[in-house]
């Protein structure tokens, strides 16, 4: 039975309470409370265990607290419907069933209110024991749910309980790396991934719109940290593993439709990404853009805004952000206005030296693959890159110098660059402007690629071998180019070391040590 008054689980204790929580054993309250009724109002000691300030009883309390609300639901003995307080319920006219029913109901609501406060808790130990025990009752109350059903909807989910864990996960305070990884685990069922999904959503777009627009740092790491974690599944086939089992109406349920996932999926990131981040998270997002978020959006057009966002950025991030518009060039029939300018003026010294520099000359392959480019584009690209490898490291000449043979390649026009003609009273000036941002106005085709021609004298030999062969007819077939993209400094060194070189010369030992002519140690080299 209900005690006649309430207790407040997180009151203070006086010190005659706190010498008696120390005696108890929330194991063997929780087996006495699930035995007998009479028993009922010793989970407040119980719950009392959970404010204690030694991990080791917290730890011990939560567990308890988690077999005997995961044993009330099993028995259904908790009340199912809409809850009303305490002091209604003992002064209205209810039986002795349902006054248990709804105390017991109070109860769980503390637990799980006190399990959410201590996923903030100083102890990493106590964090993820509350993190388990919470997933546990979200499994057991999604089995045997205490609100009546809404098939349109939510079905039997417990989806305020997976809105509250989220809610604490995303903590504005602390970065949450660590308790976000262990939680990734339970991403992997289905249904919990798509309420995460949902719960994400309506997180992000209450605290920013709180926030004003302003960065949050932290919190968008924790945001970025957990939805960075969702694999999406690719077909229908594989939303088998499931952390409630729906026994009617299955197929009904948005949570067993792929195509309602994806639908989730995309608004999670749109709601993210529409906001103002950190600057070092652009780098984060747009790795794994092209293989983790595009392929599964329903829309992937939808990300225009953000990623030309991004591309106008400059630097390392414009680099990044050429993955996901190849992607939507190409397979969505993007419409880029000033694309190739843009392309144009990404190409730097820093370039040479930037993390992403195989993605990036890889993409720039790609978009200059076309044969129907414009003449006047091809040669400003050429030239540029001629101009840039001037002061290029060896590793990095390596890869632009058959780069720029491919572009002349694919346009025999642009061979003027390598042979053209000059007349004695010719000005030696190079017409090219290397300032210009527009590739139409560089006058590209009207100078020539005399920087190759200074490479032929380049201090490494490899680089002078590769630069010498535009002395020579360039072969029709191109040049593969994507074993050059990785190539780094220290694999040249490394190459360089190997190479074995035999000299020519002739040991002859002495007969007798300091006789002959055997020189000082008796021992005589001459050259063949």
């Given at each position: 039975?209900?005690?006649a ?7 203070k ?38 404010q ?5 009883e ?19 003995d ?51 024991c509350?993190?388990?025990a919470?997933?546990k ?6 089995q ?7 098939w349109s909807?939510?079905?039997s ?8 864990v ?7 305070a602390?970065?949450?790396?660590m308790?976000?990884?262990r ?6 069922m ?34 970025f940290?957990?939805?960075s ?14 952390m409630?089992?729906q ?10 439709k ?13 709601g993210?990404l ?29 990300m225009?805004?953000f990623?030309t966002?991004?591309?106008?950025v400059?630097?390392?991030i414009s ?6 518009l ?6 969505h ?17 820093s ?12 993409l ?13 584009l091809?040669?400003a ?13 060896p590793?990095?000449?390596l ?13 025999p ?18 017409p ?8 139409i ?7 020539s ?7 032929q004298?380049?201090y ?9 062969k ?5 072969s ?10 990785e ?15 035999n ?26």
């Amino acid at each position: 039975m209900a005690p006649a008054k309430k207790r407040n689980v997180c009151s203070k204790t006086t010190s005659a309470n706190a010498a008696k929580k120390a005696k108890i054993d929330p194991s063997l309250q929780v087996q006495q409370i699930i035995e007998s009724r009479k028993n009922a109002n010793d989970v407040f000691d119980v719950l009392d265990c959970l404010q204690s300030e030694k991990e080791k009883e917290v730890i011990s309390a939560i567990n308890a607290c988690c077999n005997l609300f995961v044993a009330l639901l099993e028995r259904k003995d908790l009340f199912i419907g809409k809850l009303i307080d305490e002091e209604a319920m003992l002064t209205g006219e209810h039986n002795a069933q349902d006054k248990y029913s709804m105390f017991m109901r109070h109860r769980y609501n503390d637990c799980v209110e006190t399990l959410l406060e201590h996923l903030a808790h100083k102890s990493y130990g106590v964090k993820e024991c509350a993190l388990v025990a919470l997933m546990k009752l979200a499994a057991a109350e999604g089995q045997y749910p205490l609100e009546d059903l809404d098939w349109s909807e939510h079905v039997s989910f417990p989806r305020t309980l997976i809105l509250g864990v989220v809610g604490r996960l995303l903590s504005k305070a602390e970065d949450n790396t660590m308790l976000i990884s262990r939680f990734t685990e339970y991403l992997e069922m289905v249904d919990v991934r798509f309420y995460v999904m949902s719960s994400v959503r309506e997180n992000v777009g209450s605290v920013m719109v709180k926030s004003k627009g302003e960065v949050v740092p932290v919190y968008q790491n924790n945001v970025f940290t957990l939805v960075s974690s969702i694999i999406m599944p690719s077909q229908e086939s594989e939303l088998t593993n499931f952390m409630v089992k729906q026994k009617d109406k299955h197929s009904e349920w948005k949570a067993a439709k792929l195509n309602e996932h994806k639908r989730s999926f995309e608004r999670m990131w749109l709601g993210f990404l529409k906001n103002k981040l950190p600057s070092n998270m652009y780098k984060k997002i747009l790795v794994i853009l092209h293989d983790s978020i595009l392929p599964n959006m329903s829309n992937p057009t939808l990300m225009i805004d953000f990623l030309t966002a991004a591309y106008d950025v400059g630097g390392a991030i414009s680099l990044l952000a050429l993955n996901g518009l190849f992607i939507l060039i190409h397979h969505h029939n993007l419409d880029y206005p000033d694309f190739y300018k843009k392309l144009y003026n990404l190409l730097e010294p820093s370039v040479f030296h930037a993390k992403y520099r195989a993605r990036f000359f890889h993409l720039a392959n790609l978009f200059l693959s076309s044969t129907h480019l414009p003449v006047y584009l091809v040669a400003a690209f050429a030239k540029r890159l001629a101009r840039l490898a001037l002061t290029a490291p060896p590793e990095s000449l390596l890869m632009v110098l058959p780069f720029i043979y491919n572009l002349i390649r694919r346009h025999p026009s642009c061979r003027v660059l390598v042979h053209r003609p000059t007349t004695a009273d010719e000005s030696c000036e190079d017409p090219y402007l290397m300032d210009e941002e527009d590739p139409i106005l560089s006058h590209a085709l009207e100078s020539s690629l005399w920087e190759i021609k200074t490479l032929q004298s380049h201090y490494h030999p490899d680089v002078t071998r590769v630069a010498l062969k535009m002395n020579k007819p360039l072969s029709v077939p191109e040049e593969d180019i994507d074993q050059l993209l990785e190539i780094t400094n220290f694999e040249l060194m490394e190459r360089d070391l190997k190479a074995t070189k035999n000299v020519p010369l002739e040991f002859e030992p002495a007969k007798k040590l300091l006789q002959g002519g055997g020189g000082i140690l008796g021992q005589h080299f001459c050259l063949e």
